[in-house]
């Protein structure tokens, strides 16, 4: 599936120099690469229309307008499948072009009614029946999805724990870590009979921006069944098979999408028969007192330009010994690590962010930063 996606045309604009262009190109790739998760695949026509509103030749709104259009007026060869998936991609894209968000029930309801309205007769609203489905992962198991008698109430619950949760952003692992269960809790409640991994992913995607994090990259894009697979991990267990609940898959993708990070996201490897996991054990355990004999090193590894003085040189070395890629820190904690005034610290600050080894983290309080990689 990623391979398909690969071959849109809408990877370069996210790339593009262009704000206005590369934050379409984001939602447009984003909203086509999504339809994966239940695969979907868009039309040429979808595609065509996307580039004209990146382009800016027509409007997003005039682009969700000819796409609704498109099927109802025409004699299309297209299932309703690929109606679902045009349709649907031009809304995903309309939300995520747009910055307005809440986070509340009401707004994730709204997102889903917002979505499938028209497509689904249950656009927006909590199913009253319980559900199961064959996991290609789980080998044919099913998640244990809510409960239909206790779906409002634990969205409800859900959301008022994550809006009361408190982000120390001390360390972004930590952060990531947290954030990957509470989108897998969201997701296992599974509001809704259909359509629940595309709401819950735009919805999750608009939060994250809400506190700082710049997205516009193509993770979900092209890793949509990836995301998906994920979260179905993190919610099943078979302990006579030795099956855990885990979120370190979701943590993968998460900090490939927050941090910039390579890693490798197979779905072969999240199968729970272990079949792509046993052959490669024997390396893995090797790789882990590689891994432990490198820490220093990797520590260490920072591009400083060999211009700059040796005790500014020392000092940011410091630093990074300390903080590394993970945690934040402000002016108080390079005074404090340091043992310097204010304004030589600030100054130090400033010197990083030209130099382009650190960058500033929105959201996470005024003055925080994180060593660039």
């Known amino acids: ?25 984001y939602a447009w790739y984003t909203a086509v690469g999504l339809q994966a998760v239940d695969g979907l695949k868009t039309s040429d026509y979808l595609k065509d229309t996307a580039q004209n509103n990146i382009e800016g030749k027509i409007t997003i709104s005039e682009a969700e307008k000819l796409i609704e259009s498109y099927y109802e007026t025409s004699n299309s060869k297209d299932t309703d499948r690929t109606k679902e998936a045009d349709c649907v991609s031009a809304r995903i894209a309309a939300i995520l072009s747009d910055d307005a968000f809440t986070f509340s029930l009401p707004q994730y309801l709204g997102i889903h009614k917002r979505l499938f309205e028209g497509i689904y007769d ?38 008022q724990t994550e809006k009361e949760y408190e982000y120390s952003y001390d360390n972004i692992r930590d952060d990531i870590r947290h954030l990957s269960r509470f989108v897998a809790n969201l997701w296992q409640i599974h509001a809704f009979g259909e359509g629940n991994t595309r709401t819950t992913a735009v919805f999750f995607i608009k939060y994250l921006r809400t506190m700082g994090f710049d997205v516009t990259n193509d993770i979900f894009a092209e890793n949509a069944w990836y995301f998906r697979n ?22 993968s993708f998460m900090r490939n999408l927050l941090l910039g990070e390579h890693n490798e996201l197979h779905n072969r490897n999240m199968h729970i028969s272990g079949y ?3 052959q490669d054990i024997e390396k893995a355990k090797q790789d882990i007192g590689d891994k432990k004999q490198d820490i220093e090193e990797q520590k260490q590894d920072i591009h400083i330009p060999e211009e700059i003085g040796n005790k500014t040189k020392n000092n940011i070395i410091s630093l990074f010994k300390k903080y590394g890629y993970e945690s934040f820190f402000g002016r108080s904690e390079v005074m404090e690590t340091l043992s310097i005034t204010a304004s030589p610290a600030s ?27």
């Open 122 to 159: 249950h656009a927006g609203k909590i199913r009253d029946y319980n559900i199961s489905k064959k996991e290609w992962v789980l080998d044919g198991a099913s998640v244990p999805y809510g409960n239909a008698l206790d779906l409002k109430a634990t969205l409800e619950y859900d959301l």
């Open 347 to 373: 100054a130090l600050i400033k010197r990083m962010l030209d130099m382009e080894i650190i960058y500033p983290m929105k959201g996470k309080g005024k003055g925080k930063y994180l060593f660039k990689k």
């Open 276 to 278: 792509f996991e046993k």
């Open 1 to 25: 599936m990623g391979e398909d996606i690969k071959r849109d045309p809408f990877e370069e604009y996210i790339r593009h120099v262009e704000p206005d262009k590369r934050k379409l190109g």
């Open 230 to 251: 994920a979260l179905v991990r993190a919610n099943y267990n078979d302990y006579s098979k030795g099956v855990h609940a885990t979120t370190e898959y979701l943590e």
